[in-house]
């Protein structure tokens, strides 16, 4: 590898003839090789939208990878439990059930028992009895009767923890001397009100009553002492209460009778003084019942005397033939009969005769009586109709005089009548309060008499056969389950605080590019020139992997030009560069392998080559040294970097790696760059800007996000042809996919070392 290609226009063209070779124009060439990039290979666009669907294969990988967090985790939980519930006193429970009937309140009820309404809801009612059960007075009755002040064994049993215990050892504590009674009584109280619990049993009367002691025999006498001080009070209180209710009934009562009497008292005396005798308000006064009738009357008659005013007006009005009465006399409707026959008789004869005729006078004579007659009769009715009005006049008046006269004596009797109306419903008052409350206290006095009681034991204390606390099952198990808590938010602060890329899906979601593979990380006893050597090595296949995925990444295959650069140094692009021109060059393929890096070069050590000669000459204009160098690998032509020149930024941004890479197109059908690292440095961008594709090279676990993407920023504003990226030092026991969720490479499995024990095909040329 160390001899030099004595004339570079000497090696052998491996490519089938017939195939063109590019247009020698170094512009148009490094052109066309850029343009030959497809519009997809710019940043971001070969990423697909990762699916933000829930993945449990994710969070098992991660269960994967810091099983021994999670494995200690819940150990030291475990443990924890476990100490607690061994160092944690017994505690015994003992349980009593009781009934709790409704009962309303019926000390001032005056209405029917269907009519009846509870003061309270029965929520308010259940609540009440709840917090007296829970009162200091219960407690204190329950230690009254058990005389718990003065019982060394209850005093004694205190649930004291081993760590008092052996810090009253190791410190010399000494046990309080409790010879003040109002003190121990307090410190009982305190107990018993502590240890008690009340349970209301869903959709019932029932209340579990329990009580937790280290003594299970105290616990059973506890809670059956507040049972019986429960129902004791209760009675107590029936009784207290039907007490006061006759004292105040009685005191009620008395007072009630003082009223009703003084107030029929001046009810007669009122009655005597007004001359009011037996006044019955269900029948109406006689002063009253005249002034009803008379104003009927008076309706009656105001109505009468409205008819015959009309008629009195039409009859003044009219001759009177039209009225209704002489039409109907029979009189006057005889003579106008007798009217017209003569009448008629006459036109008949008044034909044949003259007026003068002796019988046509007398005719006329006769039918002139007759209008008298009728008129006089007419004028009779007329005075009848007259006579009628003026006598419906008359009699309106005198009731309307009369009405006046009654209604002031109606006036008079209400007057009086007011204050005897309100005597009178204040008696009525009196006597119906008093005779309430004389009811309800004989009531009162069957009730007190009988010695019920709303409230029964159902269940009795049992004395406990086990321990009720610690549990050591439920302790265990919460400790497990707070362990695994912990452990889930320790594994959240590492993943939080590890901000480096650890999977592909990472790369792809955060810098959106394409992952075109990844290579493991290799154990300690393995080198990379041993593993690359290695043909059946997973280093090698991963090579291979990403060397095919580079052969399809645009549409005319491989870049012809390819810079392989990283974020920062020691991520593996140098390994990368060397081991893909070595995989195409395999192809039998003309490549040339640059190493790009002015500043920290490392191929020409892997290669086992001087660094005397290389890109820094060609780039300064020395055209006598021969740069290109041939390798062990049939069809790699390396160069060196060269002498480390000052200023590499500007040898790099001059028009000479330009022609560089136009030269190159032309005798080489794939051109390798090894650039340094992009973050804080300007070469790679140069690089980039005049490179048909560039590889990413990212370090698994390794460097941080933010600085792939500054460095990927870096490169998308230096308008690089980004194909996507390499996940290089991937190590799947870190990651938790050493257990089924991988990549199929098969690390951990040696799924690549059939090739060792099975026959070979003999070597291709490019082997």
Known sequence: MNDRASNFDETPDPRPPGIPVPAADPSRQVEAARDNAPAALAYGSLYEEPHSAFDPLKYWGLFLKHRWVFLAGTMIALCLGWGITFLTPSIYRASTTIQIDREASKIVDLHDDDARVATISDIQFYQTEYELLKSRSLAESVVADLDLANQPAFLGTSAVSAWTKLRQIIFGGRTEDKTDLEARKNGAIGRVQDGLSVKPIPNSALVRLSFDDPSPSWAQKIVDAFSEAFIKTNLERRYDATA????????????????????????????????????DDKQPPLAAADLLAINSELARVRAERIQNEQLWQQAEATTGLGLPQILADQSIQMLRDKRIGLETDYQDKLKTFKPDFPDMQRLRAQINEIDRQIAAAVAVIKKSIEARYDGSKQQEALLVKQLAENTGQVLDVQSRNIKYTILQREVDTNRTLY?????????????????????????????????????????????????????????????????????????????????????PLL???????????????????????????????????????????????????????????????????????????????????????DNGVGLSNYLVGDRTSNVFRKTSTPGLIFMASGPLPPNPAELLSGPKLLSLLTFAHQKFDLIILDGPPVVGLSDALLLASVAAGTLMIVGACDTPKNVVKRAMNRLHFARARLIGAMLSKFDARKVG????????????????SYGKDTPKLAPTAGE
Do not use: W
């Open 244 to 279: 006061y209710a006759r004292n105040f009934l009685q005191d009620q009562l008395a007072q009630i009778k003082l009223k009703l009497e003084q107030s029929e008292r001046e009810l007669v005396a009122y009655a005597q003084k007004e001359q009011i005798v037996n006044l």
């Open 435 to 519: 005779a309430a409350l004389l009811q309800r206290y004989k009531d009162v006095g069957v009730d007190g008499g009988v010695g019920t009681n709303n409230i029964s034991v159902v269940d009795a204390a049992q004395l406990p056969g086990g321990r009720f606390s610690p549990s050591l099952s439920k302790n265990l198990g919460l400790a497990l389950a707070l362990g695994l808590i912990g452990s889930a938010l320790a594994v959240y602060v590492l993943e939080l605080l590890d901000d480096t890329f650890k999977t592909p899906e990472e790369v792809e979601e955060a810098l959106r590019v394409a992952v075109l593979g990844l290579t």
């Open 523 to 609: 154990s300690k006893s393995m080198t990379v020139e041993k593993a690359i050597g290695d043909p059946h090595s997973a280093l090698s296949e991963s090579f291979r992997s990403v060397r095919t995925a580079l052969q399809f990444s645009t549409e005319n295959g491989v870049p012809k030009s390819l810079l392989v650069t990283s974020s920062r140094p020691e991520e593996g692009k140098s390994t990368a560069s060397l081991a893909l021109a070595r995989n195409f060059a395999q192809l039998s393929l003309k490549v040339l392998l640059i190493d790009a890096d002015l500043r920290k070069p490392t191929l020409h050590k892997a290669l086992g080559c």
């Open 737 to 752: 996919f050493e257990y089924g969720y991988g990549y199929g490479y098969g690390y951990s499995n040696n799924y690549y």
